[in-house]
């Protein structure tokens, strides 16, 4: 059995500001999360914190590429650099993010192992917004994080989308996009592309369970993959404390079921967590839940067994578990006004 390695990767740098005088909290979430004993509850090893450069877009205007390119490319490296060493001693990383960028650093790992074993590597991208906005779809690009995937497959700026010469990191076709929402405006772009796409509609109606399967069998063809977690996935009502709130998310069991379908697959190389921001959580009762769900999720890489199945402080009854359980959308705990910064 593979032990878990949590790596925090705190970077920032994807985000615009979300007021002129502040900067994103998502470089927060590790500590937030270690604050509810996730590394010991995981029976994990801790990898430490790769300390990225500091939050500082300087003079940027629309127009200039990417903010803060050159910092996120040097911190991508070093990124890759850390999964890659957690990879070869046998591990399973578990990095602690920071916004989407550090997406950029598990798909230069990926394809860095790719090349080394001669074999294709998927990745699953479970976000709420596709976060393939590029030059070639709109007039203007700037915060990394908007653009991750666009940049993990090959399209946008070469300083960040072409690190060492390697361009794309991951075929379109080896990417899978769970979880998004039906008004993404990049929705045509993904299928013109090829890309595996199941929103949250059909999520619900498949269920969790086997949308796991689903994806699975998409990415049969790889030899390995790496699961994205952007927990602005999950409805506000249950999960406010995120740059960019999207109603119509998923509930906790649901993605609970998700992570345990594709982390018990020994294909599963590793996974990420995004855009949590504990600004928006001042009680820690949003990082508390996050870090039970984390926990029950990850259930069946943990030495001591699986624990108990993860239930937030307010959810609905649970349903007969055969078939498997429709999860109701989540109630109402408390509701925020989108902030549009990523």
Request: glycine content about 10%.
């Amino acid at each position: 059995m593979r032990r878990i390695a949590v790596l925090d990767a705190p970077s920032n740098l994807g985000l615009r500001p979300p007021t002129p005088t502040s900067v994103p909290g998502c470089a927060k979430a590790p500590g937030a999360l270690r604050d509810h004993n996730l590394v010991a509850r995981l029976s994990a090893r801790d990898a430490g914190c790769l300390t990225p450069p500091r939050f500082d877009p300087g003079d940027w205007m629309p127009g200039d590429g990417v903010s803060q390119a050159r910092e996120i490319a040097r911190y991508t490296i070093r990124l890759a650099d850390r999964i890659g060493t957690i990879l070869d001693g046998g591990e399973f990383p578990l990095v602690l993010g920071g916004d989407c960028s550090v997406t950029l650093g598990s798909a230069l790992a990926l394809n860095r192992l790719g090349d080394e074993i001669g074999q294709r590597m998927g990745l699953v991208y479970i976000d709420a917004h596709s976060d393939f906005r590029h030059p070639g779809n709109a007039s203007v690009v700037g915060a990394a994080a908007g653009e991750a995937l666009a940049l993990a497959t090959g399209r946008g700026q070469v300083e960040l989308a072409g690190i060492e010469q390697r361009r794309p990191y991951l075929r379109d076709t080896d990417v899978v996009l769970v979880g998004l929402r039906n008004t993404d405006e990049y929705r045509m772009d993904l299928q013109a592309g090829g890309f595996a796409v199941r929103p949250v509609p059909e999520l619900r109606t498949e269920g969790a369970a086997r949308t796991a399967q689903w994806v699975r069998k998409q990415l049969h063809e790889c030899a390995g993959f790496w699961v994205h977690l952007d927990v602005d996935v999950l409805d506000p009502s249950v999960m406010p404390a995120v740059d960019a709130p999207d109603p119509g998310g998923i509930a906790y069991p649901e993605l609970e079921l998700l992570l345990r379908g594709l982390i018990g697959s020994p294909e599963c190389l590793g996974m990420e967590l995004t855009v949590f921001d504990p600004d928006f959580d001042p009680d820690g009762v949003y990082a508390r839940d996050l870090t039970g769900v984390l926990v029950a999720g990850l259930a069946p890489l943990v030495n001591a067994g699986p624990p108990p199945a993860f239930e937030p402080v307010v959810v609905a009854p649970p349903p007969p578990p055969d078939p498997e359980p429709v999860i109701p959308a989540p109630r109402s705990r408390r509701t925020r006004t989108p902030r549009a910064t990523s």
